[in-house]
């Protein structure tokens, strides 16, 4: 599973009263720089990671939720003859407590394809991750 490196990162809180003693909703959003390409006929597929937000003891981390978007992009037709195409698909998008490093760690399943004549490369994924915890208030 390849890290990925983070760009343009914004975080924000809110105060929320539950469920149980979360006290706190935190929504990370940027971008994760996957360096992908597959030429003509080809498909890769990959498994993403990469870390968002502040680091949470594991008591205070509930849970998270993530989704991820196409954020940068290339074709390139090498053969106008043919009926080319390209595919992105994202096959999965997770969000949940890194023990390592106590932040959210966010895993993404992407595949990339190009038929008959096309190059495609893959850049950047925008990404939001919404994070569940129990801050002590002080």
């Known amino acids: 599973m390849p890290a990925a490196p983070t760009a343009n990162e914004?975080?924000?809180?809110?105060?929320?009263?539950?469920?149980?003693?979360?006290?706190r909703l935190i929504?990370?959003?940027g971008h994760a720089l996957i360096p992908m390409a597959v030429d003509p006929g080809q498909v890769a597929?990959?498994?993403?990671t990469f870390l968002v937000g502040p680091p949470l003891p594991h008591p205070q981390f509930h849970r998270a939720t993530a989704?991820?978007?196409v954020a940068g992009f290339g074709v390139q037709v090498q053969?106008?003859?043919?009926?080319?195409?390209?595919?992105?698909?994202?096959w999965s998008v997770e969000a949940d407590w890194d023990d390592e490093s106590g932040r959210t760690e966010m895993r993404v399943e992407v595949e990339v394809?190009?038929?008959?004549?096309?190059?495609m490369?893959?850049?950047r994924i925008?990404?939001?991750?919404?994070?569940?915890a129990e801050i002590p208030t002080t």
């Open 27 to 29: 929504t990370c959003t």
């Open 67 to 69: 989704t991820a978007a």
């Open 126 to 132: 925008a990404f939001s991750a919404t994070v569940l």
């Open 10 to 23: 914004q975080v924000i809180q809110a105060v929320v009263s539950g469920p149980g003693g979360a006290n």
């Open 79 to 90: 053969d106008p003859t043919v009926s080319g195409w390209h595919n992105v698909t994202f």
């Open 45 to 48: 597929r990959e498994i993403w």
């Open 121 to 123: 490369s893959f850049g």
């Open 113 to 119: 394809s190009a038929g008959p004549g096309i190059r």
